[in-house]
């Protein structure tokens, strides 16, 4: 069955430490995207990329970095820059032929 | 800009009971699509729903159901004899344009206790 995998599924990092989510789909998907939950505010997106070596910034880019180098992947790096980096991420991926989007199980991240 | 509002923080409900889920949305665009999704406590989101803008059809699908008036900009959701496996983080959420980027509502927790 195709889908997302993102892994790992509880991240702890150490203060002033980056650190990389994956993700992965074997969906053929063309685009993948990256969006952040916090308690009772919902999915924001963070970045997120229509085609490979190609992404552009959401609606809460500071303090992260993505990369598309191939179509199945689309890592997101939490840097020291971002100040309030405890959350749950999720990834996901759509088809260029309609607005469906398929999630993967998610990253907690905890900053300890 | 586009926009989703869930009024209804927290919902609960006693197992057979029905139960609704508001949503409200905002958008310039012509062409739009709505979703809602499921959140359990697992954590990730399963799509129940996709509704195009031109499509007003109200749907039935088991015990979920979804009432979709532009006039009201309004896409709610019912759950007709809940149980206790409904209990989750319901989001609806909104998509237009290029890109397919989800716009999410700040989600409604539903529990339904036996």
């Known amino acids: 069955d195709g889908g997302i995998t993102q892994s790992p599924k509880y991240l702890f990092r150490k203060e002033g430490q980056n650190v990389t989510l994956s993700c992965e789909q074997n969906?053929?998907?063309?685009?993948m995207y990256w969006y952040r939950q916090d308690p009772g505010q919902g999915l924001r997106l963070i970045y997120y990329?229509?085609?490979?070596?190609?992404?552009q910034k959401g609606d809460i880019a500071e303090g992260y970095s993505v990369s598309r180098e191939k179509k199945e992947s689309f890592p997101l790096t939490v840097t020291s820059a971002q100040k309030n980096p405890t959350a749950f991420y999720l990834c996901?991926?759509?088809?260029?032929?309609?607005?469906?989007?398929?999630f993967g199980q998610g990253t907690r991240l905890t900053v300890v | 800009a586009q926009k989703v509002t869930q009024a209804q923080t927290e919902i609960s409900v006693v197992e057979k009971e029905d139960v609704t889920l508001d949503c409200v949305y905002e958008?310039?665009?012509?062409?739009?699509?709505l979703f809602w999704y499921k959140q359990p406590p697992s954590g990730e989101l399963v799509f129940l729903i996709r509704?195009?803008?031109?499509?007003?059809q109200n749907e039935i699908s088991g015990r979920y159901s979804w009432n979709f008036q532009k006039s009201t900009s309004s896409f709610n959701f019912t759950i007709t004899a809940s149980q206790v496996v409904d209990s989750a983080v319901y989001f609806c959420?909104?998509?237009?344009?290029?890109?397919?980027?989800?716009?999410f509502g700040a989600g409604t927790i539903l529990r339904v206790k036996s």
């Open positions: 996901a991926s759509s088809s260029g032929q309609g607005p469906w989007n398929k």
């Open positions: 969906l053929n998907h063309d685009a």
């Open positions: 990329s229509q085609i490979v070596n190609d992404f």
């Open positions: 958008t310039r665009d012509t062409t739009y699509y």
């Open positions: 509704r195009n803008s031109f499509d007003e």
């Open positions: 959420a909104l998509s237009g344009g290029y890109g397919n980027k989800l716009v």
